[in-house]
């Protein structure tokens, strides 16, 4: 998901500083792990939109090219 929308950042937002988080790669992580698990739902029989496979396909190939890009050497 592209976070680039930084104008958000000047909408006075509770005692927060800014709206938009930057990207993480733990962050990260944890969406791909979900869409993993969305998967495994939709092989016991719950039923999703084949629109949301592609979908899940498509930001999953920037989710992999993201970790990949910002992995610290020891794996972190």
């Known amino acids: 998901m592209d976070n680039d929308k930084l104008w958000l950042n ?3 937002f509770s005692d927060m500083d800014r709206l938009c988080d930057p990207s993480t790669p733990d962050c990260t992580g944890h969406i791909i ?3 993993g698990m969305m998967r495994t739902a ?3 029989n719950v039923t999703l939109e084949p629109a949301v496979f592609v979908a899940i396909h498509n930001a999953s190939l920037h989710v992999i090219n993201y970790i990949a ?3 610290e050497g020891t794996g972190a």
């Open 10 to 12: 000047k909408i006075p």
């Open 69 to 71: 890009n910002t992995q």
């Open 33 to 35: 792990e979900a869409f």
């Open 42 to 44: 939709q092989d016991a």
